[in-house]
């Protein structure tokens, strides 16, 4: 087919995937509260059923949230800069695949744009940081991080703020590559795209949503999808 983008989701992804302890993530964040008098594992556990009901308004409603809110919900004040030790937990988790700079270096050169669309509470600048550490920015047409814009995916709104972009109008030439059939195929799917799955992560039950996408193409490694963008 003929392409204008591609849009990848990041986590599992971009990053191949890694099975989380959330108990120890919860307690990393729990090292930011600021509350006075607070318990460290009573905040943990705040914090970790705030978590849940943050990803559920992303599930069931598609109402974006920031890591301001997460703490606004678990009751608790926080400040920004005590984040490093959250930041610390996750860094082993975020390194990006070696096959991504190869694969975006080649759909540069096909003159196909490269975009990104993630769900994700944590700001623009840490996403950015991460994708400038591992020397893959440079090949980023455009950018979207659900913290930064109302909705989340699936929703047609999250999709159409990352086409805008990365400069490009008409859904039906651009493909978003994605590991959730919900969030991902499905919604790609609503507003007119093709989708294309990686079917590598352990999606969390309650993370699964309402429905399931069929995907127009199937990939278990990045080194494979020009291929099966040629079939679409």
């Given at each position: 087919?003929?392409?204008?983008?591609?849009?990848?989701?990041?986590g599992?992804?971009?990053?191949?995937?890694?099975?989380?302890?959330?108990?120890?993530e919860?307690?990393?964040l729990?090292?930011?509260?600021?509350?006075?008098?607070?318990?460290p594992?009573?905040?943990?556990?705040?914090?970790?059923?705030?978590?849940?009901?943050?990803?559920g308004?992303?599930?069931?409603?598609?109402?974006?949230?920031?890591?301001?809110?997460?703490?606004?919900?678990?009751?608790?004040?926080?400040?920004?800069?005590?984040?490093?030790a959250?930041?610390?937990f996750?860094?082993?988790h975020?390194?990006?695949?070696?096959?991504?700079?190869p694969l975006?270096?080649?759909?540069?050169?096909?003159?196909?744009?490269v975009?990104i669309?993630?769900n994700?509470?944590?700001?623009?600048?840490?996403h950015?940081?991460?994708?400038e550490?591992d020397g893959?920015?440079?090949l980023?047409?455009?950018?979207?991080?659900?913290?930064?814009?109302?909705?989340?995916?699936?929703?047609?709104?999250?999709?159409?703020?990352?086409?805008?972009?990365?400069?490009?109008?008409?859904?039906?030439r651009?493909?978003?590559?994605?590991?959730?059939?919900?969030?991902?195929?499905?919604?790609?799917?609503?507003?007119?795209?093709r989708?294309v799955?990686?079917?590598?992560?352990?999606?969390?039950?309650?993370?699964?949503?309402?429905?399931?996408?069929?995907?127009?193409?199937?990939?278990?490694?990045?080194?494979?999808?020009?291929?099966?963008?040629?079939s679409?």
């Amino acid at each position: 087919m003929d392409l204008d983008a591609v849009i990848f989701d990041w986590g599992g992804t971009l990053t191949r995937w890694h099975d989380v302890d959330f108990h120890a993530e919860s307690l990393a964040l729990a090292s930011a509260v600021t509350t006075t008098g607070h318990d460290p594992e009573q905040s943990r556990a705040a914090l970790h059923e705030a978590g849940q009901v943050i990803w559920g308004r992303s599930r069931d409603h598609q109402q974006s949230s920031t890591i301001a809110d997460l703490f606004h919900e678990a009751g608790l004040d926080h400040d920004p800069a005590l984040l490093a030790a959250y930041r610390d937990f996750w860094e082993p988790h975020t390194f990006t695949d070696p096959e991504v700079r190869p694969l975006l270096e080649r759909l540069r050169a096909d003159g196909v744009r490269v975009g990104i669309l993630s769900n994700t509470i944590w700001p623009r600048a840490w996403h950015v940081a991460i994708f400038e550490r591992d020397g893959v920015y440079d090949l980023i047409d455009g950018d979207i991080y659900t913290s930064e814009i109302p909705w989340t995916k699936p929703s047609p709104l999250a999709f159409r703020a990352a086409m805008e972009a990365v400069g490009v109008t008409d859904p039906a030439r651009c493909v978003y590559v994605g590991d959730r059939l919900f969030d991902d195929i499905w919604g790609a799917h609503q507003v007119g795209m093709r989708a294309v799955h990686i079917p590598l992560s352990d999606i969390p039950p309650a993370q699964l949503g309402h429905a399931e996408g069929t995907p127009d193409g199937v990939v278990r490694t990045l080194s494979e999808l020009p291929q099966v963008l040629a079939s679409l």
